[in-house]
């Protein structure tokens, strides 16, 4: 039986940025209204060395912050909001002037509650994607890792992920919890964002005992100059 779909309806971005980073600030603003023609919000992020707490507990508040406010909102059920993370890019690739008229001409099953748009970080040496029609949203396999770095998220799976995330982020990062606690999850492949670790550093990675962050990337080293 053929499932039901739907088009992907973007309401609004929401960009979670520290105090002390001016800089990525001043930069998601410039891409969000670059790439978006939609509302953008800043979030104030949670600061792990003020607050004396992990730097991944940190972001993971955060996103917490973000679904708050997104379960609490008069958005539409099946209306999807952008959460992006201050570090991230847009790959220089990508063939439309716009993200969200990317997205809004693909369709998704009705049951969709989250789609990641980081999913594949583009490698140096990637194929390049010149047109758009080679960009579409695929069913991601039940282990498959996920990337917080951006993503749109429904009303109705922000309210899901709120009993449980209190618990689960004392010792987990918020990647980890979407991929064990959402068993269907959605990902644009290719991804047309990526964190831009050699331009902004990172203020989360330092924190991870796992190879995998920046496996990805000819240069490993972020740039902390």
């Not at 282990?143 to 899901?160: D, G, M, N």
């Not at 980890?176 to 959605?186: D, I, N």
């Amino acid at each position: 039986m053929k499932v039901p779909s739907k088009k992907i309806d973007i309401h609004s971005i929401r960009y979670i940025n520290l105090d002390r980073r001016p800089d990525r600030r001043e930069h998601d603003e410039a891409l969000c209204n670059q790439y978006f023609k939609i509302p953008v919000r800043r979030q104030k992020a949670f600061d792990g060395d003020s607050l004396n707490i992990s730097g991944p507990k940190a972001c993971f508040m955060s996103h917490i912050t973000i679904w708050q406010e997104i379960a609490a909102s008069s958005t539409q059920e099946n209306n999807f909001v952008i959460i992006l993370e201050d570090d991230i890019n847009v790959r220089p690739d990508l063939p439309v002037e716009r993200v969200d008229q990317l997205l809004t001409k693909m369709t998704v099953p009705s049951t969709c509650e989250i789609i990641f748009l980081s999913h594949f970080p583009p490698k140096l040496k990637s194929p390049s994607y010149q047109k758009p029609n080679e960009y579409r949203v695929e069913l991601m396999a039940r282990r498959q890792y996920c990337w917080t770095e951006s993503y749109a998220i429904t009303p109705s799976l922000a309210r899901k992920l709120l009993p449980i995330s209190a618990t689960l982020m004392q010792k987990h990062y918020v990647d980890e919890v979407l991929r064990a606690v959402v068993p269907t999850r959605y990902a644009l492949n290719p991804g047309i964002f990526f964190q831009d670790h050699a331009r902004f550093g990172t203020d989360i990675q330092r924190w991870s005992k796992s190879p995998w962050q920046y496996a990805w990337q000819e240069d490993s080293s972020p740039n902390t100059s």
